[in-house]
């Protein structure tokens, strides 16, 4: 049996290469780990793509590193486009989840593959003030790296008017 269930609505699943392409497209994402005592705990987070790979960053300590080093098991998940159509009752979205086994990055060469991915992914500095800026707060970060053991997407573009719902 696998550990990982099949979509329920099948319909709206997408091929992995699409989720892959759907968390391509994202850069916010939900990190959840397994907390004390079993419980969940979810973080909000930044991230970018590196070599098939989720990278993150956080502090030097806390608790989201004290729940990865305890059980490296993560689940990741991305909305890179939701939008509420109120006067149907419904949603358009994309989605994709992934679980996956999460560790710090320890290599020095590896660290700056990410810390310079972040930095210039998700900012629009220019290079010398990206540069000091990594030189700066490097040092000081931690950078995890989820490796994917399943991914999958889920998408919605459409959808049909509630009077038509209600005819079925």
Same mark, same amino acid.
């Given at each position: 049996?696998?550990?990982?269930?099949?979509?329920?609505?099948?319909?709206?699943?997408? #091929?992995?290469?699409?989720?892959?392409?759907?968390?391509?497209?994202?850069?916010?994402?939900?990190?959840?780990?397994?907390?004390?005592?079993?419980?969940? @705990?979810?973080?909000?987070?930044?991230?970018?793509?590196?070599?098939?790979?989720?990278?993150?960053?956080?502090?030097?300590?806390? @608790?989201?590193?004290?729940?990865?080093?305890?059980?490296?098991?993560?689940?990741?998940?991305?909305?890179?486009?939701?939008?509420?159509?109120?006067?149907?009752?419904?949603?358009? @979205?994309?989605?994709?989840?992934?679980?996956?086994?999460?560790?710090?990055?320890?290599?020095?060469?590896?660290?700056?593959?990410?810390?310079?991915?972040?930095?210039?992914?998700?900012?629009?500095?220019?290079?010398?003030?990206?540069?000091?800026?990594?030189?700066?707060?490097?040092?000081?970060?931690?950078?995890?790296?989820?490796?994917?053991?399943?991914?999958?997407?889920? #998408?919605?573009? #459409?959808?049909?008017?509630?009077?038509?719902?209600?005819?079925?």
């Amino acid at each position: 049996m696998s550990a990982f269930r099949p979509l329920r609505r099948k319909d709206r699943a997408v #091929s992995p290469e699409a989720a892959w392409a759907l968390l391509e497209k994202g850069h916010y994402g939900t990190l959840a780990v397994t907390g004390d005592d079993g419980f969940p @705990y979810a973080v909000p987070i930044n991230y970018v793509l590196v070599d098939g790979e989720i990278c993150l960053h956080t502090g030097k300590q806390g @608790y989201l590193l004290d729940c990865i080093r305890r059980d490296r098991r993560v689940c990741f998940s991305v909305v890179p486009m939701a939008r509420l159509i109120p006067e149907h009752v419904t949603e358009v @979205y994309e989605s994709v989840l992934v679980f996956g086994e999460a560790r710090v990055a320890e290599d020095p060469q590896d660290r700056q593959k990410i810390l310079r991915a972040l930095t210039f992914r998700l900012g629009t500095a220019p290079q010398d003030i990206g540069e000091a800026y990594l030189e700066k707060n490097g040092p000081r970060t931690t950078l995890i790296r989820i490796k994917p053991l399943h991914i999958s997407g889920k #998408s919605h573009p #459409s959808y049909v008017p509630i009077e038509e719902r209600l005819k079925q």
